[in-house]
């Protein structure tokens, strides 16, 4: 469990500990205003944040020289009794503060402080809790079901990867596709600590071009390109705790790169179109015969990238109808579907309220800004400091994704 700072709020608490708040302009996300002198924390708010985080925010205290927060699962207990989740004394008000890596369904009670001259002053105690599973849903090889409030901060989960592509994860773990040692590795997002879950290097050990990835909560779906029984493509199913893998569709398929679920069918595409395969039977159903290079579900449709476009795909007839941005068209401009344009993207997540599009110019793998595409309005925004060219996943508070650019890293986007 960690906290994440906002850098906006840095800059705004460092400029009132310095005794500038005569200054024009007004606070952040409950930094207080400016001009406003504060003796005492008055207000702490604790908000869900998805099935593992909450998210605290205070007003600033005036000449303050640190902040700590505690927490614990019981109600009115003493800041000796409690977790002190900030380590060290926070020498800024830097909030709103985000604690991750909590437990979905748990009701956490927070007490924030404030020293001046070398005392420690206690605010009322508050509390928030986070999301059940039940509210969130597997989907898509992501957890969606709660709408991302991000702040644009990256930081690095892991690297040393030698050609990562595809990401997805069941809600604790990230599993990714190493093409460069030919493997399924599985990363705990906490630690960062990499472990190869299926293959060592050689086609012979049933991976030979591992490409997308997917799970329904229960096993994962993988992609080898170069697999199945005339080497052509095929699926393998695999438990995500043991590694055990049993091929899901051995043929059918001819290159296929992409994957995903809805928890009932999976749908893949491969150079002739997308195939739907029934998880229970493996039955197959041709869904279009258009390739495409990535995809992902909400559930109600399909979203898959062509060209420079998003496109929308019927999960029943196939339909396909234009989304966001032109296909033959490549840009950076923000707008509503066809009016917004977008630059090679690459791969797609959803958290159930919006698409994550990652992109890339062609060179090296060099990224370009993340856009997010509203998925009831097809409004594209940009996700200005955030650089993507590779898979994206979401946990259901954070964006993960991974990039290929110098040595192969995965991110994490809160």
């Given at each position: ?17 310095q005794?500038?708040g ?80 909590l437990?979905?369904?748990?009701t ?14 206690t ?21 969606q ?29 990230v ?8 493997s399924?590795?599985?990363?705990d ?25 997917t ?20 699926i ?64 109600n ?7 420079h ?48 599009v ?30 993507s ?26």
């Amino acid at each position: 469990m960690k906290l994440i700072k906002n850098g906006a709020g840095v800059l705004l608490c460092m400029a009132l500990l310095q005794g500038c708040g005569s200054g024009a302009g007004s606070g952040g996300n409950g930094g207080g205003n400016a001009g406003t002198s504060n003796s005492s924390i008055k207000s702490v708010t604790a908000t869900q944040n998805g099935s593992s985080g909450i998210t605290l925010n205070w007003d600033a205290v005036t000449g303050a020289t640190g902040y700590n927060i505690y927490r614990a699962t019981t109600a009115n207990q003493a800041l000796a009794a409690m977790t002190k989740v900030t380590g060290s004394s926070i020498t800024n008000n830097s909030v709103p503060y985000y604690d991750t890596g909590l437990t979905p369904a748990t009701t956490y009670y927070y007490k924030v402080t404030w020293i001046t001259n070398n005392t420690e002053n206690t605010a009322p105690e508050t509390s928030a809790t986070t999301a059940t599973r039940s509210t969130l849903k597997q989907m898509g090889g992501s957890i969606q079901g709660n709408p991302l409030t991000l702040t644009n901060k990256v930081s690095l989960v892991a690297s040393g990867y030698s050609n990562p592509s595809h990401i997805t994860t069941d809600g604790t773990t990230v599993y990714l596709t190493d093409q460069g040692t030919r493997s399924v590795l599985k990363v705990d997002p906490v630690t960062g600590i990499s472990t190869v879950l299926l293959g060592n290097g050689t086609c012979a050990a049933a991976l030979c071009n591992p490409r997308g990835i997917t799970t329904d909560g229960t096993s994962l779906y993988v992609v080898d390109q170069n697999g199945g029984t005339l080497g052509q493509g095929g699926i393998y199913k695999i438990d995500p705790t043991t590694g055990t893998s049993t091929t899901f569709v051995g043929s059918g398929l001819y290159l296929p790169t992409v994957i995903t679920t809805d928890g009932v069918n999976i749908y893949v595409g491969d150079f002739y179109g997308i195939k739907k395969y029934d998880i229970a039977t493996a039955t197959q159903v041709t869904l279009t015969t258009t390739s495409v290079t990535d995809m992902t579900t909400d559930g109600n449709y399909l979203y898959t990238i062509k060209g420079h476009a998003i496109q929308r795909v019927d999960m029943v007839s196939g339909a396909i109808s234009l989304f966001a941005g032109t296909v033959n068209t490549s840009g950076q401009k923000d707008g509503v579907g066809g009016l917004a344009t977008l630059s090679n993207p690459q791969y797609l997540a959803s958290d159930g309220s919006s698409l994550y599009v990652s992109q890339w110019i062609g060179v090296g793998f060099s990224s370009l800004p993340m856009r997010k595409i509203d998925i009831a309005t097809a409004t594209v925004t940009t996700i200005s400091s955030v650089t993507s060219a590779l898979g994206v996943t979401t946990d259901g508070t954070r964006i993960f994704n991974v990039n290929n650019a110098g040595s192969g890293v995965l991110n994490k986007l809160e």
